[in-house]
């Protein structure tokens, strides 16, 4: 009977309540301090994945995977994005529960502090990459301007190159002719039996050929005459046979002298 009226009374209940809260209460704290402790397990994570990933950004910098290290690093922003949402969150819910933790808050600003850090090395990394970026830029645009330059030095030189093989080919072209004086009067080459041109000379009826390779001219006759002003000594006049016909060949033996006097050759053939 006693303690039935104990548990009826109303100081007991009022016991049994508070201590029912008690329990509910603390219950909840424990279910808190878990989520906290969660998240911050989390962060953690999160950061020492970023240590980790530091090294290799800082390494591949030095390569050229550029668009993969950009693409890390905005990856790497994110986390740290969502890490600091969470912990704003958690440390806001400590503010408004109104309830001393400083082991949680102090665990909170450490990492807080942690996530400034890295986000400041990656603030950096970015600058480094838009530095480099811009340093690119520069060498391509000197590289340009360099190529440019080198085209149109390689012009100047191929075009120098064209106009000293044109003299070059001018200076040692020669013209040569040969026939009876009847078809030199006729070619307008002769004059007379003892004048020949030696200015107005119509070269299209002569041959071109370059002193430097004309070593033997062979005419189909029987003697031949070199009419020309050519230095005697720098040239022979060979008779020969060619199925069965009589040759005249001139060999020059010296074409420097022989050609130094004039670059136009006349010979009369019989």
Not at 5 to 30: G, H, M, R
Not at 33 to 57: K, P, T, Y
Not at 91 to 97: E, F, G, H, P, T
Not at 207 to 227: Q, W, Y
Request: proline share 1%; with cysteine; aromatic share 4%.
């Amino acid at each position: 009977m006693l303690s039935s009226c104990v548990e009826s009374s109303k100081k007991y209940q009022t016991l049994l309540a508070e201590k029912e809260s008690l329990s509910i209460e603390a219950q909840n704290l424990e279910n808190e301090f878990n989520s906290a402790m969660g998240i911050i397990n989390e962060v953690e994570n999160n950061l020492q994945a970023i240590r980790d990933a530091e090294g290799i950004l800082l390494v591949k910098q030095e390569g050229s995977e550029r668009d993969q290290i950009i693409s890390e690093i905005i990856q790497i922003k994110e986390v740290m994005a969502a890490n600091h949402a969470r912990l704003d969150s958690l440390s806001d819910a400590l503010a408004k529960a109104n309830r001393n933790n400083a082991n949680l808050r102090a665990q909170i600003k450490k990492l807080q502090a942690q996530l400034a850090e890295k986000e400041e090395m990656i603030a950096n990394l970015q600058a480094q990459i838009a530095e480099k970026d811009g340093q690119i830029a520069n060498l391509n645009t000197q590289v340009s301007n360099l190529n440019a330059n080198l085209n149109n030095a390689n012009n100047q030189i191929n075009d120098l190159n064209s106009r000293n093989m044109a003299q070059d080919t001018e200076l040692n072209t020669v013209y040569y002719i040969a026939g009876t004086k009847k078809e030199l009067k006729e070619k307008g080459v002769m004059l007379n039996a003892k004048n020949i041109l030696k200015s107005g000379v119509p070269t299209e009826v002569f041959t071109k050929g370059d002193k430097r390779e004309l070593t033997t001219i062979t005419f189909d006759a029987k003697k031949a005459v070199v009419l020309s002003n050519h230095p005697t000594g720098s040239y022979n006049l060979v008779p020969g046979n060619a199925d069965g016909k009589k040759t005249v060949t001139l060999e020059i033996t010296d074409p420097e002298m022989f050609w130094n006097v004039t670059k136009y050759l006349v010979v009369q053939t019989k």
